[in-house]
Antibody, heavy 116, light 111 residues
Framework: EVQLVESGGGLVQPGGSLKLSCAASGFTFSGSAIHWVRQASGKGLDWVGHITAKANNYATTYAGSVKGRFTISRDDSKNTAFLQMSSLKTEDTAVYYC???????WGQGTLVTVSS | QSVLTQPPSASGTPGQRVTIPCSGSSSNIGRNPVDWYQQLPGTAPRLLIYSHNQRPSGVPDRFSASKSGTSASLAISGLQSEDEADYYCAAWDDSLDGFWVFGGGTKLTVL
């Protein structure tokens, strides 16, 4: 069974940093791109960015709203992807999901709240 | 505002057929497959349709999709109360470095 489990969410002040993790199991993690998608309360889905597999050189792309502030990385030896968030703004408050390439598998999400 | 455009709401009665439209552009729907997601309250989105009209295992054949040019639509036939949820269309957009775009979501109410 495919599982994606996010962790690391919490309350952070504006301007602060937070690192989310996405632990994967049940599939060949090293061969799959991983996306991060967020959803503010009562709002729609908002793509954050993604990292490709090693075969595609671990390339990363980001949404314009987070480019330069967020960094996606992965550790294939631990079947884990990461989302490093810095210079956080109140508008970054959302549930953050990691998603396996293809869109068929999502984690349960982790809540990030940016507030003073 | 979302890159893909969906109506904020739709409704139907049990047994009815409803459709949810999704409008995009030549850089997304016009050249890439469209996926559809269902999201129940408090849960992660669930993939309903991928590659235009393919259903993952476990998705009833009451759900189908179509695409024409830069628009797509999701059809739900034999509407059931459990279909009440938010529905999102999604597609890869080839502009700039490439990015995944979503519709704003359609809240489906079963009357």
């Amino acid at each position: 069974e495919v599982q994606l489990v996010e962790s690391g969410g919490g309350l952070v002040q504006p301007g602060g940093s937070l690192k989310l993790s996405c632990a994967a199991s049940g599939f060949t993690f090293s061969g799959s791109a991983i996306h991060w998608v967020r959803q503010a309360s009562g709002k729609g889905l908002d793509w954050v960015g993604h990292i490709t597999a090693k075969a595609n050189n671990y390339a990363t792309t980001y949404a314009g709203s987070v480019k330069g502030r967020f960094t996606i990385s992965r550790d294939d030896s631990k079947n884990t992807a990461f989302l490093q968030m810095s210079s956080l703004k109140t508008e970054d408050t959302a549930v953050y999901y990691c998603v396996r390439q293809g869109g068929g598998d999502w984690g349960q999400g982790t809540l990030v709240t940016v507030s003073s | 505002q979302s890159v893909l455009t969906q109506p904020p709401s739709a409704s139907g009665t049990p047994g009815q057929r409803v459709t949810i439209p999704c409008s995009g552009s030549s850089s997304n729907i016009g050249r890439n497959p469209v996926d559809w997601y269902q999201q129940l309250p408090g849960t992660a989105p669930r993939l309903l349709i991928y590659s235009h009209n393919q259903r993952p295992s476990g998705v009833p054949d009451r759900f189908s999709a179509s695409k024409s040019g830069t628009s797509a639509s999701l059809a739900i036939s034999g509407l059931q109360s459990e279909d009440e949820a938010d529905y999102y269309c999604a597609a890869w957009d080839d502009s700039l470095d490439g990015f995944w775009v979503f519709g704003g979501g359609t809240k489906l109410t079963v009357l």
